[in-house]
């Protein structure tokens, strides 16, 4: 594996981050986005602050809990970002061990070839806003190039990985008609909505609003469900 790839953060036993799978969970640094609402604000922005894990103590406690641990999920941050990234998903491939890539696809040449390759059972892909260029610049932090967002999920949609598609929803960025909008670019998916945390947002100014209540949560999460 390549010297340049880099893990920040290991959780051995996660029930939530792949349904119906236990998995352990390998956190990688560095985001090309800056979603003002980000939960791993420290990856993003101060990854050397983080100490590095090996990826030979992370596949040891893997297989010593084999019995109970039957899959790994590569997040960060973003993934596609951090350089060994394909040499890093080889290893667990060759240790037998399904693998799930949480992606925000902006890196479809890499994704195309990561799928090409067989290289991972799962992929699940955050898409930020409806895919007009202003929307997602201003939920990504960055300006983004929804070309490539729109390549990344016509790439999935034809995968044969299992696929999730993800949005985190906040009220000054998402409405009922944005859900329904991500969701005519995913037909025959399931959109997974996720209400945002704002004591843990990357921007200071997301810290002070509020999420969602449950009430109005669970109405966009109905939408997210249509067919």
């Not at 390549?2 to 953060?9: D, S």
């Not at 967002?149 to 998402?174: D, G, Q």
């Not at 859900?179 to 959109?191: A, F, M, Q, S, T």
Request: charged share 25%; with cysteine.
């Amino acid at each position: 594996m390549g010297a340049e790839t880099l893990i920040k953060g290991f959780i051995e036993a996660s029930f939530l981050d792949w349904p119906g799978r236990v998995v352990s969970v390998v956190f990688l640094p560095s985001c090309n986005l800056r979603c003002p609402y980000c939960h791993n604000a420290g990856l993003v922005l101060t990854p050397d602050n983080f100490e590095e894990i090996s990826i030979g103590g992370i596949l040891s406690g893997i297989e010593e809990n084999a019995g109970f641990i039957d899959g790994v999920v590569i997040t960060g941050g973003e993934p596609t970002v951090s350089g060994g990234l394909l040499e890093l998903l080889e290893r667990f491939r060759l240790s037998g061990i399904p693998v799930k890539l949480d992606t925000n696809g902006t890196r479809p040449e890499l994704l195309g070839k990561i799928l090409e390759s067989g290289l991972v059972a799962a992929v699940a892909m955050d898409i930020k806003a409806p895919l007009t260029s202003e929307e997602y610049s201003v939920a990504a932090g960055r300006e983004v190039d929804v070309t490539a967002i729109k390549e990344s999920i016509k790439l999935l949609l034809n995968a044969r990985a299992e696929v999730f598609f993800r949005t985190t929803v906040v009220p000054v960025l998402h409405d009922e008609d944005a859900i329904r909008r991500i969701k005519r670019e995913i037909p025959g998916h399931r959109l997974i909505l996720q209400n945002f945390r704002p004591d843990e947002a990357l921007d200071p100014q997301y810290r002070k609003m509020l999420a969602f209540n449950a009430e109005d949560f669970e109405k966009l999460k109905k939408i997210a469900l249509e067919k």
